[in-house]
Nanobody, 122 residues
Framework: QLQASGGGLVQAGGSLRLSCAAS????????MAWFRQAPGNKREFVAS????????YYADSVKGRFTISRDNAKNTVYLQMNSLKPDDTAVYSC?????????????????WGQGTLVTVSS
């Protein structure tokens, strides 16, 4: 089970840190990712990280502003979001993949957490 938290309302230019805590199994061998879905839009890839944190990948729209990281001892993945824009407003969900690397396709993720809402005001 994956539990995302940390969403909220923030002004443009502000920061938020999302957390995704895993329970029920150890995800230290899983690739992990964050996806987001804005109202009326399809779910889109945000960032992914491989099993040991040594490799990350970002969508162009968040590159340089967001940072994905993980703490396998705590079975938790994080998404640090800086310089937030109104276009970042969405429900953010974390996901785990049996593939230990990074992947941008949601079809490669086997476990999903419920989302946490991020709202960025202008």
């Amino acid at each position: 089970q994956l539990q995302a938290s940390g969403g909220g309302l923030v002004q443009a230019g502000g920061s938020l840190r999302l957390s995704c805590a895993a329970s029920g199994r150890t995800f230290s061998n899983y690739g992990m990712a964050w996806f987001r879905q804005a109202p009326g839009n399809k779910r889109e890839f945000v960032a992914s990280i491989n099993y040991n944190g040594g490799r990350t990948y970002y969508a162009d729209s968040v590159k340089g502003r967001f940072t994905i990281s993980r703490d396998n001892a705590k079975n938790t993945v994080y998404l640090q979001m800086n310089s937030l824009k109104p276009d970042d407003t969405a429900v953010y969900s974390c996901a785990a993949s049996l593939y230990s690397g990074t992947s941008v396709s949601d079809h490669n993720y086997n476990y999903w957490g419920q989302g946490t809402l991020v709202t960025v005001s202008s």
